[in-house]
Nanobody, 125 residues
């Protein structure tokens, strides 16, 4: 499975960005695709995810500001980020698991097998 992110950049506080992740090479009917982020000196945090059953997860810190979606062919994952804050500054990664992400389960980076190279998002005050 290959994942390629794009769309990061520098934006002022309150601005918006849309990240994209092109996903290819998987054949399983079940999956979960997620956006993680990692700020300097911190661990990798799951920001949002969507699975083959359309179960969607958002971290509390982004609920109401970020929206995860897929295109109709399910080969591109998006993360629309609105009302960005300086604390959203991080490197954002797209990740894929061949298993579904069930509601109420705290998945972390160890639950995802495939990763993109990441794209930097910087929010200035």
């Amino acid at each position: 499975v290959q994942l390629v992110e794009s769309g990061g950049g520098l934006v002022q506080e309150g601005g918006s960005l849309r990240l994209s992740c092109l996903v290819s090479g998987y054949t399983w009917s079940a999956y979960c695709v997620a956006w993680f982020r990692q700020a300097p000196g911190k661990g990798r945090e799951r920001v949002a995810s969507i699975d083959s059953e359309k179960t969607i997860f958002y971290a509390d810190s982004v609920q109401g500001r970020f929206t995860i979606s897929q295109d109709s062919g399910k080969d591109t994952l998006y993360l629309q980020m609105n009302n960005l804050k300086p604390e959203d500054t991080a490197k954002y990664y797209c990740a894929h698991s061949p298993l579904e992400c069930h509601s109420g389960v705290n998945y972390d980076e160890n639950d995802f097998r495939f990763w993109g190279q990441g794209t930097q998002v910087t929010v200035s005050p």
